[in-house]
């Protein structure tokens, strides 16, 4: 892939090359528009992870969550078949800048892999870009889990 990749959210992402990466393809938020819903979490470990909400600690439970999406959704998908032919995609979800999301698992996931920085960004009807910042702990958490995997 010798593109440019950004990610974003439904409210703060007006114009571009929105396309949906939520499973209900950004339907809550009123998105009429492309999605892949292929790289949204799976409803089986997305509900556990949810249910564990204040009863494990948030760190078992963002690895258990960046685990589950790496090994469900990131290793059963050809990235480069499913953005074939976008030019300067931004992937949308729901949560807002440094909200725990599958966006920066991707994110992180696509630029260890493929070598692409992804900035997410917030962008307004004029094609005003500002660069959110990423949550820091998912780079490490997601390196670790792809070294664990390939000592398998």
């Known amino acids: 892939m010798n593109q440019r990749i950004f990610t974003g959210n439904y409210y703060e992402c007006k114009r571009g090359n929105l396309i ?12 009429i528009g492309k999605a892949i819903p292929q790289l949204a979490p799976k409803r089986n470990f997305w509900d556990i992870w949810h249910n564990n909400i204040g ?3 948030i760190e ?6 960046i685990q589950e999406y790496y090994k469900q959704v990131l290793l059963n998908i050809n990235l ?17 800048g440094q909200e725990f ?7 992180e996931y696509i630029e260890l892999q493929y070598g692409i ?6 962008i307004d009807e004029n094609m005003n870009i ?5 949550p820091e702990y998912i780079r490490r958490i997601l390196e670790n889990i792809i070294e664990k995997e390939n000592q398998r």
């Open 20 to 31: 949906a990466i939520s499973g209900d393809k950004g339907k809550m938020a009123g998105f």
């Open 55 to 57: 009863k494990i600690s």
């Open 60 to 65: 078992a439970n963002t690895r258990y969550y």
């Open 80 to 96: 480069e078949e499913l953005l074939y032919g976008e030019k300067d995609p931004i992937l949308l979800c729901y949560e807002k």
């Open 101 to 107: 999301c599958h966006r920066h698992i991707l994110a």
């Open 117 to 122: 920085k992804v900035r997410d960004i917030k």
């Open 130 to 134: 500002v660069e959110n910042k990423r």
